[in-house]
């Protein structure tokens, strides 16, 4: 076979989830749930401040790769939400490892509360955003020039996506698979783990419930 008949190469993307104490469990298992069925074009890693397990809100513990400390490449850096959100925006060491991160990685990708780390980092600076309906007065008291979404199910603005609360990770993780590979691996992931996609980002059912206008 010549080089120009040769097969297309696989698109190929590391995820560098980031963990603190206190994360929300489900916003991060749920959408590697949907990353991790794909993984010959997903690698997935953790990384903690000290490379230390860490404990979710729910209990229990994710095992770090490395720590912040350690030097690496990532393609899609992902920041999910929990309780332990409102100390860790006080971490100086994580905030500005988050600052280093955003510059070199394709696509930055919070869920729920995660939006208050990037808020905090200047990294929405400019930047249509939503975050957790439950949350999002607080939330949007954070950082300065961005456009808070109060209705949606997910936010996307170029390499910025953020989403609205805990499952609505796993909406916002098919919406980054469609745009990095295609609308019907997206659709047969969420089959695959017979999940109903919400696919409209700006069908967001839980915001009227925290009366959020």
Not at 124 to 148: H, P
Not at 190 to 207: K, R
């Amino acid at each position: 076979m010549s080089e120009s008949q040769s097969v297309p190469s696989i698109p190929q993307f590391t995820i560098t989830v980031l963990l603190y104490d206190q994360f929300d469990l489900l916003e991060v298992s749920g959408p590697l749930e949907m990353f991790g069925t794909l993984p010959e074009h997903f690698d997935i890693q953790f990384v903690s401040q000290s490379g230390r397990p860490v404990a979710s809100r729910q209990g229990p513990k994710l095992v770090a790769d490395f720590s912040i400390y350690n030097s690496h490449k990532t393609d899609i850096l992902w920041v999910p939400g929990g309780e332990g959100v409102e100390q860790a925006i006080t971490n100086t060491l994580l905030i500005d490892w988050l600052q280093q991160q955003s510059s070199n990685a394709s696509y930055i990708c919070s869920v729920g509360t995660g939006a208050a780390l990037l808020a905090q980092a200047g990294i929405l600076k400019d930047k249509a955003a939503t975050t957790n309906k439950k949350r999002y007065r607080w939330v949007t008291g954070i950082g300065s020039d961005i456009n808070w979404y109060p209705v949606a199910r997910w936010v996307k603005d170029g390499r910025v996506f953020t989403s609205s609360g805990v499952s609505a990770g796993i909406d916002l993780s098919l919406a980054v698979i469609a745009q990095l590979l295609d609308e019907e691996t997206a659709r047969k992931t969420a089959i695959e783990a017979e999940y109903i996609w919400i696919n409209d980002p700006s069908d967001d059912p839980f915001a009227p419930l925290h009366v959020v206008h």
